[in-house]
């Protein structure tokens, strides 16, 4: 089956580095997708990455991926209170011939200023 | 950027009656999109649409739920006789290949009373 987790909340103060992780279960996975909620609004594709990629680096975002243990990360350098918002890290398993996302519940980041 | 819209952003109706969704992909796209996200909770697929027909959907999407591509640039879902547990946003989204992401609409919250 599959599911993806993620753990419920982050806390940082401003100028620290974020790590919100994500674990998944569909080795089939092709994509993992961050997406990025901030209240009321939609959902914002901050970044993806191949499977077949251990690291993408766009600006302050860094994506780690370690496929053998199915884990996802995802690092904001020099987090701005402007970050504060849900990070939602989803699958793709496109293995399975479709191309419906599967999310976690969301990771809540506040930036303490 | 090119973006999808939805509207309205909000919408109120009451128990019964019958709504329209609206959204416009991002205008090259191939593949059209719902989900939705009840309050709180996980974002969840509802239904993938390709080729002017559905190719996937949930155990969500049950027969109060359908969706149209009218004129080649809209999307519609509607839900036919709303329940109160049909409350959430509803997001659209757009994908141009299989080989690329999906883009998401700021969605449209409706309220059931």
């Known amino acids: 089956g599959e599911d993806v987790e993620q753990s419920l909340f982050l806390s940082v103060r401003e100028g620290d580095s974020s790590v919100i992780n994500c674990t998944y279960t569909?080795?089939?996975?092709?994509?993992l997708y961050w997406y990025k909620q901030e209240p009321g609004a939609g959902l914002q594709l901050l970044t993806y990455i191949f499977s077949n990629m251990d690291m993408k680096q766009d600006q302050r975002l860094t994506v780690l991926l370690n496929k053998k243990d199915k884990h996802l990360s995802l690092r904001i350098a020099d987090t701005q209170t402007g970050d504060s918002a849900i990070y939602f890290c989803?699958?793709?398993?496109?293995?399975?011939?479709?191309?419906?996302?599967?999310f976690g519940k969301g990771t809540k980041l506040s930036v303490i200023p | 950027e090119p973006e999808v819209t939805q509207t309205p952003s909000h919408q109120v109706t009451q128990m019964g009656q019958e709504v329209i969704l609206r959204c416009v992909p991002i205008?090259?796209?191939?593949?059209f999109y719902w989900y939705r996200q009840i309050l709180g909770q996980k974002v969840e697929f509802l239904v993938s649409?390709?080729?002017?027909?559905?190719?996937?959907k949930s155990e969500i999407f049950d027969d109060q739920f359908s969706v149209e591509r009218p004129d080649g640039s809209n999307f519609t879902l509607k839900i036919r006789s709303t329940k109160l547990e049909d409350s959430a946003m509803y997001f659209c989204a757009s994908m141009g290949t299989g080989a690329s992401p999906l883009h998401f609409g700021n969605g449209t919250r409706l309220t059931v009373t």
């Open positions: 205008s090259n796209h191939l593949y």
């Open positions: 569909d080795s089939s996975s092709t994509y």
């Open positions: 649409f390709y080729n002017n027909e559905i190719s996937e």
């Open positions: 989803a699958e793709n398993p496109s293995g399975a011939g479709s191309y419906q996302l599967t």
